[in-house]
């Protein structure tokens, strides 16, 4: 089992700034993806930035450019820097891993972190 815990999440007027953070615990062997998707109201969710085992980084182009992922390993937190936050951005941001755990693949959640940004 992994827990996640997110937080960071907020209000915030348009072109400021959040931080949010994401710390696994629990027991896997290695973690395949870590990273942060997001879900709007009436919408589905979607990918906003994650890292690949690979080293690979993605984003989404919405973000490109005013957000960044980054992670400590020894804390195994992911955080994302969100900077010049638009209105369209405002959603429930979700952390989410892929581990691996002896042969099994496993998907986890966050409970969600709100984040609003005001015009």
């Known amino acids: 089992q992994v827990q996640l815990v997110e937080s960071g999440g907020g209000l915030v007027q348009a072109g400021g700034s959040l931080r949010l953070s994401c710390a696994a615990s629990?027991?896997?062997?290695?973690?395949?993806?870590m990273g942060w998707y997001r879900q709007a109201p009436g919408k589905q969710r979607e990918l906003v930035a994650r890292f690949l085992s690979t080293g690979t980084i993605n984003y989404a182009d919405s973000v490109k450019g005013r957000f960044t992922i980054s992670r400590d390993n020894a804390k195994n937190t992911v955080y994302l820097q969100m900077n010049s936050l638009k209105p369209e951005d405002t959603a429930v941001y979700y952390c989410?891993?892929?581990?691996?755990?002896?042969?099994?693949?496993?998907?986890?959640w966050g409970q969600g972190t709100q984040v609003t940004v005001s015009s």
């Open positions: 989410n891993v892929l581990v691996l755990a002896g042969w099994r693949i496993s998907d986890y």
């Open positions: 629990g027991s896997w062997t290695t973690i395949n993806v």
